[in-house]
């Protein structure tokens, strides 16, 4: 069997990430300048890449990270198991876990082991991780898709290595990210290595 090369990249940066609103899976907030100019960068950088597919969510920000590779006549595919999570009634306001005791408890309670604590209205890693399932499922399918591109989100993000990898969702916020940075993982059929953590190289000194 092939080794399938996963490229698993964060959305470029929103005028909420700026201003520390939270989106969620309820915000279908486009990219910024500096987000579409990220994309760009990306793009120059990994263009040459043999992909044999992109994935995306169903939110407008993780396509337009990848924009460049749906035009350039690479397969996509959206699957709303790769949105972000859902922060219930709190999405669109701007909320720390110092500001907002209920929501720093949340925080606590999934570093704690309790991934089915969610804030009111919202979802919990657990069921996050649930919805994801059948896409990892997907992508073990085809194992003649070589090197795939997967553009999603922050909290996504960290809940999908946490299940390739094999890590309880507790250990989560260990996988650090920013806008438009790249996770690289390889598949051999038995399981996942990381092969790249936290890469921001694309993205020069500007970053």
Known sequence: MPVQQLYLLRHGQTDFNVQGIVQGSGIDSDLNDRGRAQAAQFWAVYKEVPFARVYTSGLKRTQQSVQQFIEAGLPHERHLGLNEISW?????????????????????????????????????????????????????SRPHDEIVLVCLHG????????????????????????????????????HYTIRNFLDVSHLGAAS
Not at 92 to 104: C, K, L
Not at 166 to 183: A, I, R, T
């Open 155 to 190: 909290r996504a993000l960290r809940v999908l290595l946490c299940q390739l990898l094999g890590y309880p969702l507790s250990c989560m916020d260990g996988f650090e990210h920013q806008n438009l940075c790249l996770y690289k993982l390889h598949y051999t059929g038995a």
């Open 88 to 140: 219930g009634n709190r999405e669109g306001s701007r909320i720390t876990p110092q500001e907002d005791a209920e929501y720093g408890q949340v925080l606590t309670e999934w570093t704690l082991g309790n991934d089915h604590a969610r804030l009111p209205g919202g979802e919990s890693p657990a069921e996050v991780a649930a919805r994801q399932r059948p896409f990892i499922e997907l992508l073990q």
